[in-house]
């Protein structure tokens, strides 16, 4: 066997591990992470409340994301998982408060306008993290799950043991979301328009949003 065979064997070999590894890594993360997170808050339910993050609306309407991150919370609030739900987000990228505009398709999706609050100062996952939790605190919350997609969820988790939060991760599970109605609603935005708007990319420099993306504007007591 010659040994440039050999070498082609061994790099084949390593290969497919690789791609067996990232395999098993995505389904474990996507699939049965959240099924098990999601079986372990319906028997310790309800929960005080849970933290949605934002995400850009444009033209004051949802995206697809935000679409899913919305379904997910009310239908964990309507499950009777959780007693209320915190949105998350300021005017990042476009001028409409991302906390705002999920609020109010939330109340529209039939989630009680006391049962619902808004950060609005967060710009990056990091600080939806960070501020939500020391809303939920202030407002006498115990039970803080941060309720978003199986990506982001993962994202995040390092964050919970860095800034020492007792939060919990529940993720959406792509089951549950598959049965979901994903229907169009409008809603009025305009209480969602910040008037002195600034976009995120002409006030940080990439540089700088690397940094605040990793909880660099943070500063834990």
Not at 132 to 153: C, H, M, R, V, Y
Request: proline content about 4%.
């Amino acid at each position: 066997m010659s040994r440039t065979f050999k070498t082609g064997i061994i790099l084949l070999i390593i290969s497919l591990s690789g791609l067996f590894y990232a395999h098993t890594h995505f389904c474990y993360n996507t699939f049965y992470k959240p099924a098990f997170l999601f079986s372990q808050a319906v028997k310790s339910k309800p929960l005080d409340v849970i933290i949605v993050p934002g995400i850009a609306s444009y033209a004051g309407k949802w995206s697809f994301v935000m679409k899913w991150r919305v379904n997910w919370s009310v239908y964990l609030y309507k499950a009777g998982i959780t007693k209320n739900i915190i949105y998350s987000g300021g005017a990042v990228y476009t001028p409409y408060t991302e906390a705002v505009i999920m609020a109010l398709y939330a109340e529209k999706l039939g989630v009680p306008k006391e049962h619902i609050f808004t950060e609005t100062n967060a710009e990056h996952t990091t600080e939806n993290l960070y501020y939500s939790w020391q809303l939920a605190k202030e407002k006498g919350f115990n039970s803080i799950a941060f309720a978003t997609d199986p990506f982001q969820s993962y994202k995040i988790e390092p964050y919970i043991k860095k800034f020492n939060v007792d939060v919990s991760l529940l993720p959406s599970v792509i089951s549950i979301m598959e049965g979901i109605t994903s229907k169009e609603i409008d809603i009025i935005s305009h209480p969602a328009y910040k008037l002195d708007f600034k976009s995120i990319n002409e006030r940080e420099s990439k540089e700088e949003q690397e940094f605040y993306s990793k909880g660099g504007r943070i500063k834990i007591k």
